[in-house]
């Protein structure tokens, strides 16, 4: 790769054989207390998260009207992924860390001018899709699941402006060393969903439809909120200005990068966005595809969704963290290659650490997991909604810790300034999803699509740790990385061998609370005897997730960048 302004040549980085022991001591505290802060925050959010997707799924059941609001509730957090946490905040980060280091001016500035453009663009592309879906419905539908799909999407396009802008200023507070802020806002969201879906347990008349409404017009609501409390958070540590002379540049190297990377996670967002069209398919196209009875049904995109997010929590709360933690510190020793080389290995030690027990476990405990959040009382799935469900998680769970090394090593080549390469990876991966997707669904119904999304992320973490040795001049898995993994796979089986024997030794589950039985001990018994394991093989990742930062905490080291 050529040198850039954010790149100058320079030989490859000596990277230090214990990948991670060679982070100097600030700044591996500096990381330990960002992974810290960000993880327990996002736990608590997580819970909150999952308590809201049971509620939800429980209030709406697997049927047509879950599956519509899933779809609706997918869109604006697709543009937040976008726009939000994903391409704009991939570009502006890294430009608007330097300048708080060289010219806090303008990087308020840059900040400013930021912000107005994603209102402008996403306010925008909220009026022309809210007409054209108007006129959609003024024409008339083929069915009332789709219309119920259609005004339920009308309503929660409000959100996506909000939720992107709460993303951008949650990345500015990241930068001001503020974790704390942004990893609580999704919180919010939460409490204020939870709170509407109790409608449908203190309102005896109302349908599922109608709660549908309710929950939609609860999110909208909670955007307004976190893009309040984000705002607030920022007081004092910028200074809004429509004055924006002399950002062109700045903004001319934001939107450089910036274009690349939207082409590459859109690619990734209109795979999201297909695998819920192919779920959705009966009820927005009909029943057959390619002249073939569609293996799906109305149900099948709640199932789906409620699947993702289950998975989706190990990742959200250490996966996502590591790679929120990390990429601050990436970006300030972009030009210091030994001491970048160690933070990227020391993120992707940490990012296993955590992955792939959670892999593993969630294999594990999938069958009690899924009976315990959707089976029971009057509010649940079908038998076969549970069972269905279960094979999806199981189809999901297998790369959560190649969700989470991608993470880190996407925000590796964005510290870099090299947008490119993630973004040919991603347009690679999401052609092999599409086929997977065509192919896996006929024999395995919805559990094709989780089976398509492992497949590809595994795909993407072979490629992307190849690249990364071709274009940072970095070996991303070197021996001390694999040495490291190693030992982390030594513990997990470890924990998976005491799982699989406690299991064994239960009563095969008959009702609820025994597969509440079932979960609990596996979780603790699995905890408990990775966590022993790890001590025991003295794994130097729980030393760095508990090391203390320096005085002053991220901000300062960040301040001092």
């Known amino acids: 790769m050529p040198p850039t302004r954010d790149q100058p040549d320079q030989p490859p980085a000596a990277v230090n054989p214990t990948a991670g022991a060679g982070v100097d001591e600030r700044t591996g505290g500096a990381f330990a207390a960002a992974v810290r802060v960000v993880s327990g925050l996002t736990l608590v959010s997580r819970f909150a998260g999952l308590a809201r997707e049971t509620l939800v799924a429980r209030v709406l059941g697997d049927s047509a009207i879950g599956s519509a609001f899933a779809a ?35 990087a308020s500035r840059l900040a400013s001018a ?20 108007g006129a ?16 339920l999407t009308m309503v929660m396009l409000p959100l996506m402006p909000m939720v992107c802008g709460t993303a951008i200023l949650g990345g500015m507070l990241q930068a001001h060393g503020r974790y704390a802020p942004p990893a609580a806002a999704p919180i919010i969201l939460n409490l204020f969903m939870i709170a509407a879906c109790l409608v449908s347990f203190l309102v005896p008349d109302a349908g599922r439809a109608w709660t549908a409404h309710a929950v939609a017009w609860g999110a909208v609501a909670s955007g307004v909120a976190q893009l309040a409390w984000s705002l607030a958070a920022l007081r004092g540590r910028t200074r809004w200005t429509t004055r924006l002379a002399g950002v062109r540049p700045a903004a001319r190297t934001v939107l450089t990068r910036f274009m690349p990377v939207v082409v590459g996670m859109g690619a990734l967002q209109l795979s999201t966005l297909g695998d819920a069209l192919i779920a959705m398919w009966p009820t927005w196209i009909g029943p057959t595809m390619f002249g073939r009875p569609v293996p799906l049904d109305g149900a099948s995109n709640i199932i789906l969704s409620t699947a ?8 959200g709360v250490f996966g996502i963290a590591v790679a929120t933690a990390v990429f601050p510190l990436l970006a300030r020793a972009a030009h210091d290659g030994p001491n970048f080389a160690s933070v990227l290995h020391r993120g992707l030690r940490v990012a296993m650490f955590i992955g792939l027990p959670a892999s593993v476990g969630l294999v594990l405990v999938a069958d009690d997991l899924t009976n315990v959040l959707l089976a029971g009382g009057e509010h649940a799935f079908s038998r076969e909604g549970v069972a269905r469900a279960t094979a999806v998680l199981i189809g999901f769970a297998p790369a959560v810790w190649a969700y989470s090394l991608n993470n880190v090593l996407t925000r590796a080549f964005y510290a870099r300034g090299d947008t490119a390469t993630p973004m040919r990876v991603s347009i690679a991966v999401v052609v092999l999803n599409v086929g997977l997707n065509l192919a896996l669904i006929w024999p395995l119904r919805e559990a094709g699509l989780a089976w ?3 497949i590809g992320a595994c795909v993407q973490f072979a490629a992307l740790a190849w690249l990364c040795s071709r274009h940072l001049g970095i070996d991303a898995v070197d021996p001390g990385v694999l040495r490291g993994f190693l030992g982390i796979a030594a513990s997990t089986a470890a924990m998976a061998a005491a799982v699989l024997t406690a299991k064994a030794l239960l009563p095969s589950p008959e009702g ?24 025991a093989l003295k794994r130097p990742e729980i030393t760095w997730l508990t090391q203390r930062g320096p005085a002053g905490g991220v901000g300062a080291v960040m301040a001092e960048g």
Request: charge should be negative; avoid cysteine; charged fraction near 15%.
């Open 136 to 151: 959609v419905l003024l024409a008339g539908t083929p069915s009332d699941d789709a219309r119920t799909s259609i005004a």
């Open 512 to 535: 609820w609370w025994d597969h509440v039985i079932g979960a609990g001990v596996s979780v603790a018994v699995g905890g408990a005897v990775f966590a022993a394991a790890a001590i």
């Open 308 to 315: 993702s997010r289950f998975y989706q929590f190990p990742l």
């Open 114 to 133: 930021v912000l107005a453009t994603l209102g402008v663009v996403t306010l925008g592309l909220v009026a022309l899709a809210e007409i054209v879906l």
């Open 72 to 106: 609706a509730f997918l869109i604006p957090n697709l543009f937040r992924r976008l726009f939000g946490e994903g391409a704009l905040s991939a570009a502006f980060i890294p430009e608007y860390v330097r300048l708080l280091r060289d010219d806090p001016p303008q």
């Open 452 to 454: 398509a999304t492992t």
